[in-house]
């Protein structure tokens, strides 16, 4: 059952839904009141809340008895609630039997009571005049770096890349191999070929 408190503060041509803080919200419990939900079309089956620190990438439930005192209200986890909020919302279409779940992300901005905030979108609209970010998911553009992002060190020799100025001074380079080394094994060659050549 959706929560419905209209204040004498809030115009009544809003067409989003407005989040109002409860007098005693703050991070260890965070409560509030949701105006101007559309349910022409169903109604609410659960709203929940998340945070960008200890709850990221976690919805949290509301806790059921806050709707005996007509708000919704959500219990700390072992860690308090950090600013801002997002909040998510899910109501059950009465036609369809389907579900819809609308995404207010960094809506709520402090904890001062009866504070309000606009949600940015309301249930029971055509779809083309819902904004984007009010119906995916608060975390879902974050990714988890791929390895190709980040790649491992797999061996612990160093290749060394090597430009030559022109073509005489190209040499042949080994995968794995300094460079250095390379050039100092091919001065050893000529030098010990030429101590040869004057002893012969």
């Given at each position: 059952t959706a929560i419905l408190?209209?204040?004498p503060n809030i115009s009544e041509s809003?067409?989003?839904i407005i989040i109002q803080n409860h007098n005693d919200t703050d991070e260890w419990w965070v409560a509030f009141y949701l105006n101007h939900v559309n349910l022409s079309c169903g109604e609410i089956v659960n709203v929940e809340i998340s945070d960008n620190y200890a709850y990221k990438n976690k919805w949290i439930d509301y806790d059921p008895a806050g709707l005996t005192y007509d708000h919704y209200s959500f219990l700390h986890q072992?860690?308090?609630y950090t600013l801002p909020l997002s909040v998510?919302?899910?109501m059950n279409n009465d036609e369809s039997d389907s579900t819809k779940t609308l995404y207010g992300c960094d809506v709520i901005t402090d904890w001062e009571g009866l504070n309000t905030?606009?949600?940015g979108s309301n249930f029971c609209q055509d779809k083309s005049k819902l904004a984007q970010n009010s119906i995916k998911d608060c975390f879902e553009s974050e990714t988890t770096p791929s390895p190709t992002d980040h790649p491992s060190i797999l061996s612990t020799?160093?290749?060394y890349a090597y430009s030559p100025?022109?073509?005489s001074d190209a040499v042949a380079s080994v995968p794995g191999v300094p460079m250095d080394?390379?050039?100092?094994?091919i001065a050893a060659t000529i030098v010990v070929f030429c101590c040869f050549m004057c002893c012969c």
């Open positions: 408190t209209p204040t809003i067409n989003d072992n860690s308090t998510r919302i899910t905030f606009d949600f020799a160093t290749s100025q022109n073509e080394y390379i050039i100092g094994g």
